[in-house]
């Protein structure tokens, strides 16, 4: 990982997207021009070996960017850096505080493979770090966030509500029903 969090909190927890956005839509532009190349590779051994190319420099540019994408996790923020070091990079984060609510969207395919979205609830716009989708061993993030965010210890009050009875109400005298 690139050196962003020098004087950062230590680090919670940290994920990045799981492999499968390897294989997400290509642009159109490059996908109109790798169906001019296969169509060109018909009539000429050229124009193949120029399709070989073009799908392995597909594949190594999407695993640079794929490799570069971290979401890292402290006590104060979440920090969602994208980019590949040597050209243009991005880092947002989100204060712990400000969230005031997150949820685990998990499909099918994704607790197959293991993948989540996590949408996060905080005032303001956060484009970035509000919605992080596909990320890598989502339920474990999950829960390392919610440990975080809501300073949960294991131990939820509502499991056993029992335990936490208050005092039973008084007895109130209904009002008379007259009116003086």
Known sequence: MAPYLRTEMPVQ????????????????????????????????????????????????????IWSAEWIVLTRKRIIRIQGIPETTSTEASLRIDRVSGARLVQTPLGKMFGYGTIELEAPGEHPDVRKLRNIDDA?????????????????????????????????????????R
């Not at 997400?24 to 124009?47: D, E, G, M, N, P």
């Not at 440990?147 to 008084?170: M, N």
Request: proline fraction near 8%.
């Open 139 to 179: 339920e474990e993030f999950f829960i390392v966030l919610r440990r975080v965010i809501f300073g949960e210890d294991g131990v939820d009050p509502d499991d056993y509500p029992e335990d936490f009875v208050t005092e039973p109400l008084p007895n109130i005298d209904p009002p008379s029903r007259r009116r």
């Open 13 to 64: 927890a940290q994920t990045r997207h799981h492999p499968i956005v390897l294989f997400r839509r290509t642009h159109k532009l490059t996908a109109i021009l790798l169906i001019l190349t296969a169509a060109a590779s018909f009539a000429s051994r050229w124009a193949l070996a120029a399709l070989a190319f073009e799908l392995v420099w597909i594949a190594y540019w999407r695993w640079r």
